[in-house]
């Protein structure tokens, strides 16, 4: 029977990130053909993956990229099924290169077919299925383009944010990525109140008409109360009018208006895994 080489199997590991047990034993079933070992490998890893594909993948890295010209941007969530292999030192270095990667594609589908390492993406997340013995695959994927872009990634991968400013001035660098921690922190829903689906503002405007009627408010100023009642929900939930979290006396829009006058937040992706 043939009898791997350390050098083979670790050979074996590094290109395919298997342990070190499975490299071994896809060596002596290959008898030694280096391929044929791989697509071993590659098939145990597509068993785990349809044995595993009920399974919900709640956790990962969520991670934001932004291109050399600071024009394009990205965020993918890598999912798993638990928080530890989410921490694991691999598992984020292979986020970190997919999101790399996908600032090259504009869809997600486009992404997994992609070639990673000489197999497609999809292929490569089998293939890891199989390693950790976890279901993982790409959830979220969101790009975004501007004249000038920003990125944050909370600590933990947990939460990941991209904002979009209309120019490349000084100070745009800081200001677009304290703009898209504020993303990251406060969650808006839109980037201003031009934004805001109506489907949104008519639910909110009913919930609160029902409060003021039950409250006793006459008919004839529910109304005018209705518009107070609206300017601060667009304060607390779209990214321009929220209080900026480093400094609460001013808005967001006021604090990138204070880096350069000209300077506008145009728009911004936020990705959560929670």
Do not use: W
């Not at 080489?5 to 395919?16: E, Q, Y």
């Not at 004249?147 to 909370?154: A, D, K, N, Q, R």
């Amino acid at each position: 029977m043939y009898t791997p080489v350390a050098a083979d199997v670790a050979k074996l590991r590094n290109t395919t990130g298997a342990g070190m047990m499975d490299c071994k034993k896809a060596l002596v079933e290959a008898e030694g053909d280096f391929d044929k070992a791989i697509e071993i490998l590659r098939k145990k890893g597509q068993k785990v993956a349809a044995n595993r594909a009920d399974r919900e993948s709640t956790e990962g890295a969520v991670i934001a990229k932004v291109n050399g010209d600071k024009t394009q941007g990205v965020i993918i969530a890598l999912n798993c099924e638990t928080d530890f292999v989410a921490k694991n030192d691999d598992f984020v270095k292979l986020a970190h290169d997919l999101a790399e990667q996908a600032l090259e594609h504009s869809t997600k589908e486009s992404l997994l077919a992609s070639d990673y390492n000489g197999i497609t993406v999809a292929d490569k997340l089998v293939e890891q299925t199989g390693v950790i013995g976890e279901k993982i695959e790409i959830g979220a994927f969101e790009k975004i383009e501007g004249p000038f872009l920003g990125s944050y990634i909370h600590a933990g991968n947990k939460i990941a944010a991209v904002t979009s400013l209309s120019a490349d001035v000084a100070g745009a660098d800081e200001a677009a990525k304290s703009v898209a921690m504020q993303v990251a922190a406060m969650n808006p829903i839109a980037l201003d109140e031009t934004k805001v689906s109506q489907e949104t503002i008519d639910r909110e405007l009913e919930i609160e008409r029902d409060i003021l009627t039950k409250e006793g408010k006459p008919a004839n100023i529910i109304d005018n109360i209705l518009k107070g009642k609206m300017q601060k929900f667009y304060k607390d939930n779209t990214l321009v009018h929220q209080a900026y979290i480093k400094d609460t006396g001013m808005s967001v829009a006021n604090y990138v208006k204070s880096v350069n006058d000209d300077l506008k937040v145009l728009g911004f992706i936020r990705v959560s895994l929670a």
